[in-house]
């Protein structure tokens, strides 16, 4: 089955500053990537997504770069705000045709400080 | 509201005793699944429907736990005999059914039901 590691489990950095959280995944099959924000208390939200037939994704101050022949894929958040503090998790699916279930990192608790 | 949504949001229970909860979808999506999340870790699957069709169960899904989507439509998870383990979050989230369509995988979730096991 797809394994999901990332990293850091912790993140803190300066609003304005930029965040970087990196995700690795086992299996070669999978082809879906999302990212998902998780505020206190509240439900997953889809942030960004990406599938493999591209390398990079970009949405406002917002990016995911893929890389399938190392199996990682990285969450890049520019010019950050204390609004973007939550955990961020990421996730993989093993075919991005075949509907099955999302499998998560442990994700990333990212703290922006004014 | 035209998100998914989750009822009850919270519940307390005594162990032994029984415990059902439902999920309502987006309306226009046929795929319905079940996760369940602990503090300080990711959601983890459980199961997920097509239709009314219960697809894939995960090894965390044991014999107390039973899921069912009898219309295609709502679905309700229920938990017998409980234990203090399964207190937990239990997420539902469901998916758009265009294969190949540019939001074909994006599951949204609903606001979980936070289960206390005493």
């Known amino acids: 089955g797809e394994n999901v590691e990332q990293h850091p489990s912790t993140l803190s950095v300066q609003e304005g500053d930029s965040a970087v959280i990196k995700c690795t995944y086992s299996d070669s099959a999978s082809n879906y990537f999302p990212w998902y924000k998780q505020e206190l208390g509240k439900r997953p939200q889809l942030i960004i997504d990406?599938?493999?037939?591209?390398g990079e994704k970009k949405d406002q101050r917002i990016a995911v770069t893929l890389n399938k022949t190392a199996k990682h894929f990285s969450l890049h958040i520019t010019e950050t705000q204390p609004e973007d503090s939550a955990v961020y998790f990421c996730?993989?699916?093993?075919?991005?045709?075949?509907?099955?279930?999302?499998?998560f990192g442990k994700g990333t608790s990212l703290l922006v400080t004014p | 509201d035209t998100g998914v949504s989750q009822n009850p949001r919270h519940k307390i229970t005594k162990r032994g005793q029984n415990v059902t909860f439902r999920c309502d979808p987006i309306s226009e999506h046929n795929r319905l699944y079940w996760y369940r999340q602990t503090l300080g870790q990711g959601p983890e699957f459980l199961t997920y429907?097509?239709?009314?069709?219960?697809?894939?169960k995960s090894r965390l899904l044991s014999d107390r736990f039973s899921a069912e989507r009898p219309k295609g439509s709502f679905s309700t998870l229920e938990i017998q005999r409980t234990e203090q383990g399964d207190s937990a979050m239990y997420l539902c989230a469901s998916s758009s059914p265009v294969a190949g369509g540019p939001s074909y995988n994006e599951q949204f979730f609903g606001p979980g039901t936070r289960l206390t096991v005493l």
């Open positions: 996730a993989a699916i093993p075919n991005s045709n075949s509907g099955y279930a999302l499998n």
């Open positions: 990406i599938r493999s037939n591209v």
């Open positions: 429907f097509q239709n009314e069709a219960q697809l894939e």
